[in-house]
């Protein structure tokens, strides 16, 4: 039946997430994940009957966790289902385009791909930030540019005067999505504030990251309120399960909050301790990150990969040469790692 699907579907080599590329240890360190397991109570009534389509309850949550209006949030599962909603609403199959900016998230050239909407790639500047007159000069057919601030995965975080930038030159022509997955851990740098003055940006938001609920499937786009109604045009019509947002209101109460927050702070501190001890060593190059994860140059990097995996600690290689990517664990992973490549350079 294979041949039965669409071509570029038959073609299409599907997204290498951390899942699926397996591994075995125990230490995780190679899907952003959060190292907290938070414990939350589920409420097993109602679910004969279906849920709203934008749960007011959560939507008013996230509103206030974020600083916009309600008018102005959609949630959708997981930042994942954004990326495609936005694609399928605003490009029109092989014709107009989207356009990022490599080394990024793999997800909008594959979402892109999947419904036959053509993909153009303005590699990011030597230092990673946005290279706005090659991005002008492919504007042409373009309808989306994705902006993933902080970048997964070289984790600096996009000037905010070049996202500006952007947006006056994008307007009345595309839309600029800024994807913030990661910017729950830095909230000060966030583009939220930007949407009262440009109806040309979303921003894609996630529980996955910084409020440890991954396997939730919880993300939001926040926007203007005439993008978050041509959303909702073709959003499917229950798309979030009734569990789902009760557990996400609950992270997004108070407690929720201030819990969230105390292990971001945590997650950072981690993140300055592996910093710190890598750039100690020589032959290597730590960037700077401000996510739950630092991308690291090794002299060797397949070979550090290789040697981590077999010891049962999981990280995942870049595309870019020797770099590796390490998620943010706890201390003690943290320790765990460190210790080893310190070994292992030693
Ligand atoms: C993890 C990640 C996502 C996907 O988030 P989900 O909400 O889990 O779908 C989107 N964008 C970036 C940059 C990510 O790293």
């Keep these: 039946m294979e041949k039965l699907a669409r071509k570029r579907v ?22 952003n994940e959060s190292p907290f397991d938070n414990e939350y109570k589920l409420d097993c009534s109602r679910l004969n009957r279906y849920g709203e389509c934008q749960p007011q309850e959560l939507i ?4 206030d966790y974020s600083n916009v209006q309600p008018e102005q949030v959609l949630t959708t599962r997981g930042a994942d289902e954004g990326i495609e909603l936005l694609i399928r609403a605003f490009c029109e199959p092989g014709e107009e385009a989207i356009l990022y900016c490599p080394p990024t998230y793999g997800m ?9 909407v053509r993909q153009k790639q303005v590699p990011l500047t030597q230092d990673w930030q946005l290279d706005l007159d090659a991005i002008e000069d492919n504007l042409n057919q373009v309808k989306l540019v994705f902006v993933c601030n902080p970048n997964n995965p070289t984790g600096n975080l996009i000037r905010k005067e070049d996202i500006v930038a952007l947006l006056e030159m994008t307007k009345d022509r595309a839309i600029v999505v800024v994807d913030e ?6 909230l000060e ?30 993300g939001f786009v926040l926007a203007d309120e005439n993008i978050i109604n041509v959303l909702l045009k073709v959003i499917a019509p229950y798309p979030v399960p009734l569990p789902v947002s009760d557990i996400a209101i609950a992270a997004l109460s108070e407690s929720g909050l201030a819990k969230m927050q ?27 990150g401000w996510g739950n994860f630092l991308l690291v140059q090794f002299p060797d990097g397949d070979e550090l990969f ?6 049962g600690m999981i990280l ?20 765990k790692v460190l210790g080893f490549i310190r070994n292992y350079y030693s």
């Design 306 to 311: 290789k040697a981590t995996w077999d010891a």
């Design 189 to 218: 740098m966030s583009s939220a504030d930007l949407i009262e003055q440009y109806p040309n940006l979303a921003i894609l938001r996630t529980m996955s990251k910084a409020f440890a609920l991954a396997g939730l499937r919880c």
């Design 262 to 288: 105390s292990q971001v702070l945590e997650l950072n501190a981690n993140r300055a301790y592996l910093k710190a001890g890598l750039d100690l060593m020589s032959g290597l190059t730590v960037f700077d």
């Design 60 to 63: 008013n949550a996230y509103a």
């Design 108 to 116: 909008y050239e594959i979402s892109a791909e999947t419904i036959g």
């Design 10 to 31: 038959q073609a299409l080599t599907p997204y290498q997430s951390a899942r699926r590329i397996g591994g075995s240890g125990d230490v995780w360190l190679n899907a």
């Design 316 to 335: 995942r290689n870049s595309p870019l040469e020797n770099g590796v990517r390490i998620s943010i664990g706890s201390r003690d992973e943290c320790e």
């Design 181 to 186: 997955a990661y910017i729950d851990f830095c």
